[in-house]
C-alpha cells in the first residue's frame, strides 16, 4: 500500500509562491509516475503536472510557464513550485501515484493541501 502525504499548502497574494510538497512512503518514485491534480468545489479533479520515473514533465496549459514539477527519489518526494500564483489557482491540490503494471493500473492519491490566493 503506497501511502502519499503533502504539504506546503497555504494562503498567499496574487503574483506569490508556494512549494508543495509530497513524501510517498517507500522508494515509489523509480516505478511510479507521480503527478499534482486540483480540484475546486462542484468540480472534477483536474491535471497540473505530472513527472514520470525518467523524469519527463507534463503540463496543464493553464500552468506552463508558472509551475515546475519535481522529483527527488533520495527523498522519495515529489515538489510542485509555483510561482506567479494568481486567484483561479485556488484549489485543493492531491499528490497522485500511478502505475501500468500487468492487465491493471494502480492509482493512489494523498490527503490534499489547500492552496488560497487572495487578489
Known amino acids: 500500500q503506497v501511502q502519499l502525504v503533502e504539504s506546503g499548502g497555504g494562503l498567499v497574494q496574487a503574483g506569490g509562491s508556494l512549494r508543495l510538497s509530497c513524501a510517498a512512503s517507500?522508494?515509489?518514485?523509480?516505478?511510479?509516475?507521480m503527478g499534482w491534480y486540483q480540484q475546486v468545489p462542484g468540480k472534477p479533479r483536474e491535471l497540473v503536472a505530472t513527472?514520470?520515473?525518467?523524469?519527463?514533465?507534463n503540463y496543464a496549459d493553464s500552468v506552463k510557464g508558472r509551475f515546475t514539477i519535481s522529483a527527488d527519489n533520495a527523498k522519495n518526494t515529489v515538489y510542485l513550485q509555483m510561482n506567479s500564483l494568481k486567484p483561479e489557482d485556488t484549489a485543493v491540490y492531491y499528490c497522485?501515484?500511478?502505475?501500468?503494471?500487468?492487465?491493471?493500473?494502480?492509482?493512489?492519491w494523498g490527503q490534499g493541501t489547500q492552496v488560497t490566493v487572495s487578489s
Open positions: 513527472i514520470t520515473s525518467g523524469g519527463s514533465t
Open positions: 517507500g522508494s515509489i518514485l523509480s516505478v511510479y509516475t
Open positions: 497522485n501515484a500511478h502505475r501500468i503494471y500487468g492487465m491493471g493500473s494502480y492509482d493512489y
